[in-house]
């Protein structure tokens, strides 16, 4: 049987509401959003996802990461302001949001920062599952231990958890030691709770970046995440941007959409290949053709799906997209951040389509400012941030 035909019969048999989202969110990403890119001029169906945001701060620091951090001091690149990590909408406003898009039952991705550190997390989840649609979650797992009991009872479907490799290896990424070791019992409470509940549910599913510290390491994963009892894997390629193609997006943005648009800057590594990581990644095709023979049995995807022979581009030529040459995750996902507002993008969020503090959803997704950025991004095909951006990659992911 083959690792997709494994992926889907286990999803299925563990839980079939998510195992039907995820059918129904991979058709609208590889048929749905191309009918609407092609015939609706800046319309779309109601998304599949809608991916909350429900924090800007997180407890981790860790070296990839692109998103802006709390401790930094102005003028550096992950600079933002004090009430940036303040923001937080309430369970009252989200509860809105449910009840208006419950209908059409999309898929509700909880993400962060450390999505624990919102304070009404757990109740958001049980009201998630009430109202009969499927929660997904993103965490570091520091706080796994604690919750795991309530998470379980409040029924959530799909635990994500992002492992880069061995202990030491994850904690040296992580910038903390002994995150492994927190990780590894948060899960272990997570599947102990499942088995005095008798539930299912959470799936585990495990998410391994590919950057420059684990080079060496990938070859790990499938091991720990087997291990960890893990119901899939998914490698990532670092995502990053250049200078020339941030300050041309910054350039594009004003003249399209009159923003300054600033996001990418913590994002920006030149020095993905420097001197310095480039005796570890010459190994990397290696250990990717290794990947594919892994006996392990565990489905294990890659996003980008690119082939050993193209991992040298992927770092050097930012220009190439290996054959995703659009971007539809604009009409299948929608995103809100901390204060509520909405946004296209996942981690370039500058434009911002309205705020569901202030308006219905729907209203939004069809306004004028989200079809403006589908109908200018179909005439640029892609913008200079988008080549490296996880969302362009979204019909890209295969099992490998
Ligand atoms: S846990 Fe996630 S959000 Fe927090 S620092 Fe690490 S990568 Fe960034
Ligand atoms: S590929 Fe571009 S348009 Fe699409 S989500 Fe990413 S940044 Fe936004």
Request: overall charge positive; charged content about 20%; hydrophobic content about 40%.
């Amino acid at each position: 049987m083959s690792a997709l035909s494994k992926k889907w019969l286990r999803l299925a048999t563990q839980n079939p509401a998510l195992a039907w989202n995820k059918a129904r969110t991979t058709f609208r990403n590889r048929i749905g959003a191309r009918w609407d890119y092609s015939f609706r001029n800046g319309q779309a169906k109601p998304p599949a996802t809608i991916c909350i945001k429900l924090t800007n701060a997180c407890n981790l620091r860790c070296q990839m990461c692109g998103q802006p951090r709390e401790n930094a001091c102005p003028g550096e690149a992950k600079y933002a302001p004090p009430e940036f990590f303040r923001h937080s909408v309430s369970l009252e406003q989200y509860q809105r949001l449910i009840d208006e898009v419950k209908f059409f039952r999309p898929n509700i991705y909880l993400w962060g920062g450390e999505p624990f550190l919102y304070p009404h997390l757990i109740e958001l989840i049980a009201r998630i599952h009430r109202a009969g649609l499927t929660s997904q979650i993103n965490t570091n797992g520091m706080l796994l231990e604690k919750h795991a009991r309530e998470l379980v009872e409040a029924g959530l479907d799909d635990l994500i958890v992002s492992i880069d490799g061995p202990a030491e290896v994850h904690d040296a990424v992580r910038g903390r030691e002994g995150v492994f070791a927190r990780l590894q019992r948060g899960i272990a409470a997570v599947t102990e709770a499942k088995r005095e509940l008798g539930s299912r549910t959470p799936v585990l599913r495990v998410r391994g970046t590919i950057c420059p510290e684990n080079f060496n390491q990938i070859t790990d994963l499938p091991r720990i995440a087997h291990e960890f009892g893990a119901d899939s894997l998914n490698f990532n390629w670092t995502w990053f941007t250049t200078a020339a193609a941030g300050a041309a997006h910054q350039k594009l943005m004003r003249q399209l959409f009159d923003i300054e648009a600033s996001s990418w800057i913590p994002f920006l590594s030149e020095s993905v290949l420097d001197r310095k990581t480039r005796a570890s990644f010459a190994a990397l095709p290696k250990q990717l053709q290794i990947l594919k023979k892994q006996s392990v049995d565990l489905p294990i995807s890659l996003s980008p799906h690119i082939r050993p022979d193209q991992v040298e581009a992927y770092f050097t030529d930012i220009q190439q997209t290996f054959g995703c040459r659009d971007c539809y995750s604009v009409y299948v996902k929608s995103y809100i951040l901390p204060n509520g507002d909405v946004t296209p993008c996942p981690d370039y969020p500058d434009y911002i389509v309205g705020s569901i503090v202030q308006s219905p959803f729907l209203q939004i997704w069809n306004g004028d400012r989200y079809r403006k950025w589908r109908q200018e991004l179909k005439k640029h095909r892609l913008f200079p941030i988008c080549t490296r951006c996880c969302d362009l990659y979204l019909s890209s992911v295969q099992f490998i």
